[in-house]
């Protein structure tokens, strides 16, 4: 954690101010230490990144980093507090889905940033400072850096490990474990907020989407990227009901087995006819969007996104009826709804100057 993002963060609790206690220092960054607040709440920071996390959600921390807190044990008290309080079983199997994905597949390398954000103007990013909602292994806040921004990263999940590894080196991207229904910033300090193919695995999305807004500084922008009801995703529900019911391990096995079938037949397939004089024009232009995106990628993306598609516990898919409803509750001005292919909305807005 860089000293900087401190004037940014407040306690996800009660909003309060935070003060920081250093641990070690590593790299001009803490590496460990606390945050902590008036209201009594201590929230660690554990291998760089400060872990703003709420009761229960918190209580995982002991467990996936047991180093830390034998270091630190005063600081098990703190989290046996809460003990009596039970992480919310969807919850925990999102943060686990999510969390072994990111780590297993933090070189995932498609950079898609480009599409996500093709609508905006060139210099949108310039000189802002943004939020990336749900940013997985970190690979757009990267791209969002690169276009002039600075960027903070929340991921629920222990992915935010794979984040700051991936943000080392960068001084203008900031990495916190954070909860988009208890986020840890104070409100209007974000002239540009994204989540990009994240709220629809939330137990509630309009809910997280609700929680943005009051984020944005006067002027600011909100666009987000959620899946768009298809037909052929109730083929991939059918799928999703065995590999729910399979351990990471194995949900891994069967996407390379969808990626195989899906790459080696359909991609490539296409990849062949499409050079194909002549036939080859016809062909690139009927053929599915998701198939021409793919075609443009290696085997490694396919078998990242089948994992991720087969993986989550949760899964929206919404009707423009419903995006509609979002946009009104919203409270934004100059807003856009579009349907990207037949896969995504893509929902812009910005707020009141
Ligand atoms: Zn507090």
Redesign the pocket.
């Known amino acids: 954690m860089k000293d900087r993002l401190l004037q940014w963060l407040v306690?996800p609790?009660?909003?309060?101010g935070l003060t920081l206690a250093v641990y070690r220092r590593q790299d001009n960054e803490v590496n460990e230490g606390t945050l902590q607040?008036?209201?009594?709440?201590i929230f660690p920071i554990i291998g760089g990144v400060p872990r703003l996390l709420c009761d229960p959600l918190s209580r995982n921390l002991p467990r996936l980093y047991p180093d830390f807190f034998q270091r630190h044990s005063d600081l098990l008290e703190n989290q046996a507090k809460s003990a009596a309080i039970g992480v919310s079983t969807g919850n925990k199997a999102t943060i686990d889905r999510f969390g072994y994905e990111w780590l297993h597949f933090s070189d995932y390398n498609c950079d898609n940033f480009d599409q996500f954000v093709a609508s905006l103007p060139a210099e949108f990013f310039n000189g802002k400072l943004g939020l990336d909602v749900g940013c997985g292994a970190g690979r757009h806040v990267r791209q969002a850096s690169r276009l002039g921004a600075e960027v903070i990263g929340i991921d629920l999940s222990h992915a935010v490990d794979a984040a700051h590894l991936n943000n080392i080196d960068n001084d203008r991207v900031h990495i916190v474990q954070a909860d988009v229904y208890n986020l840890p910033f104070n409100n209007g300090i974000f002239q540009f907020i994204y989540s990009l193919g994240v709220l629809h695995h939330l137990p509630d999305p309009e809910r997280g989407y609700r929680a943005l807004p009051a984020l944005l500084s006067k002027g600011g922008s909100l666009f987000i990227w959620v899946y768009a009801y298809a037909l052929r995703k109730v083929a991939l529900e059918l799928l999703r009901f065995i590999s729910q019911r399979l351990s990471n391990h194995n949900v891994r096995r069967m996407a390379y087995l969808c990626n195989l079938i899906d790459y080696g037949i359909f991609i490539n397939t296409y990849r062949l006819l499409a050079n194909l004089p002549l036939a080859g024009i016809s062909i690139k232009r009927h053929s599915p969007l998701r198939v021409k995106e793919y075609a443009n990628y290696g085997f490694s993306v396919g078998y990242t996104d089948w994992f991720d598609r087969l993986s989550a516990p949760i899964t929206n898919y919404y009707r423009e009826n419903e995006m509609q409803a979002w946009l009104q509750h919203g409270g934004l001005c100059k807003t856009v709804l579009r349907l990207e292919g037949d896969s995504w909305w893509w929902l812009y807005g910005e707020r009141k100057a």
Request: aromatic residues 0%; glycine residues 20%.
């Open positions: 306690c609790d009660c909003a309060g607040c008036q209201c009594g709440q």
